[in-house]
Structure formats: C-alpha cells, structure tokens
C-alpha cells in the first residue's frame, strides 16, 4: 500500500522567513496531494492541492511543488506569520483511498 | 449550504464495547471518509463510502465497520473497543465521481468525536 513520509517533524522559523515542508510518496497510482493544517483542537483543513498533471501551483504566500519521476512534493509558506503557526500534514490519494503524512509542527516566533 | 457535523463530540466507552459514531456530510457531497486520528499523528484512513457502497479501505481490522444512507451522511461501527481504539476520529465529506468535473475534489473535514475507551 502507499507510504508517505514526511519531513521535518518539526519546524521553527522567524516571522517573515520562508518555510519548506517535504513529503515522500511510495505508490505511483497515487494522483492527487493535498496539504492540510490543523491547528490544536481544531479540524484539519486545506490550504492548498496538486493534481498530477500539474508541477506546481501557488495561492498568494503559499506554493506547492510536485515531482512525480522522483515521487515527491513539497509545501511552500513565504513571509510567514505568527498565525501559520500549526501542525501541517500532506496526503497521497489513490482512487478510494487517502495516505497522511505524520505532520510537521510549524512555529513561527515574531 | 451547512457543513459537515458529527456527533457526539466526545465519548467514553469501556474496553469490550460497541460504539457507533455519526457524521452528517456537507451539503451536496455523495462521499464520506473515515479517519483515526491518535495523539500527535496524521488522520489514518479507515473507509470512504461512495454513494453508500464502500469504495475504499485501509489497514483496519473488520469490526470497524460502515454504512452510508441514502442522504448521503454515515456511521461508523466498532466493535469490541480496544484501549487503542482511543483517539480522535474524523469524518471528511466531498463531491466525487463523474458528476464532480474533476478527478479528485476537496475533502472537508468535520469537528471530530473523541473517543476514550477505558
């Protein structure tokens, strides 16, 4: 079945820096990744997707990249800001089924 | 348009027991997934009902079961409760299919249940 990895487990940059998270996928049928946050007590929810017909795509401060020969795609936060602060998980999907990553928890100091 | 709502919000059960979780999609929405959320981990996926046919699962064991009704909202079943079955469990409704005009839509995600199993 498909396996995500995800990296880093945790993440600590200055308000206004860049922050980039990756994630792996095993499954080649997988064909869409979205990237979720979810911050503490609340539902995940999306920020930003990527079908696999698509490279990259952006959404103002946010971008997303996707590699499929090399199976992997990365999440991208610019000038980022206290309220980014939150758990942030990618996932695979493959026809009726969805793989999460663990998640990285994103902290932004001002 | 209302969006996706489970009950109850949390849940104390003891070790041996039944549960059944409910979830109510988002208007408009023919899919349902299920998700296990432990403790500082991403939301493991249990099933997706898909016009009340079960059209996908992962690596749980069969008496965590499901049904999807004609409206389209779910219930997931399980039984015989394990200490591990504690965690936070997620529903996540979206418009699949041919209808959709697209392969794969967005997923949104309900307030979850809490489960505690003692």
């Known amino acids: 079945g498909e396996n995500v990895e995800q990296h880093p487990s945790t993440l600590s940059v200055q308000e206004g820096d860049s922050a980039v998270i990756k994630c792996t996928y095993s499954d080649s049928a997988s064909n869409y990744f979205p990237w979720y946050k979810q911050e503490l007590g609340k539902r995940p929810q999306l920020i930003i997707d990527?079908?696999?017909?698509?490279g990259e795509k952006k959404d103002q401060r946010i971008a997303v990249t996707l590699n499929k020969t090399a199976k992997h795609f990365s999440l991208h936060i610019t000038e980022t800001q206290p309220e980014d602060s939150a758990v942030y998980f990618c996932a695979a999907k493959d026809a009726g089924k969805s793989t999460f990553g663990d998640g990285t928890t994103l902290t932004v100091k001002p | 348009e209302t969006g996706v709502t489970q009950s109850p919000t949390h849940l104390i059960k003891t070790r041996g027991q039944q549960v059944t979780l409910r979830c109510s999609s988002q208007s408009g929405h023919n899919t349902v997934s299920w998700y296990q959320q432990a403790l500082g981990q991403g939301p493991q996926f249990i099933f997706q009902y898909y016009r009340e046919e079960e059209n996908g699962r992962g690596n749980f064991p069969p008496r965590f079961s499901g049904l999807q009704f004609p409206n389209y909202s779910s219930e997931l079943n399980v039984n015989a409760l394990e200490l591990d079955d504690s965690a936070l469990y997620l529903c996540?409704?979206?418009?699949?299919?041919?209808?959709?005009?697209?392969?794969?839509?967005?997923?949104?995600f309900g307030p979850g249940t809490r489960l505690t199993v003692l």
């Open positions: 996540a409704s979206s418009i699949e299919g041919p209808d959709s005009g697209a392969p794969y839509n967005e997923q949104f």
């Open positions: 990527i079908r696999s017909n698509v």
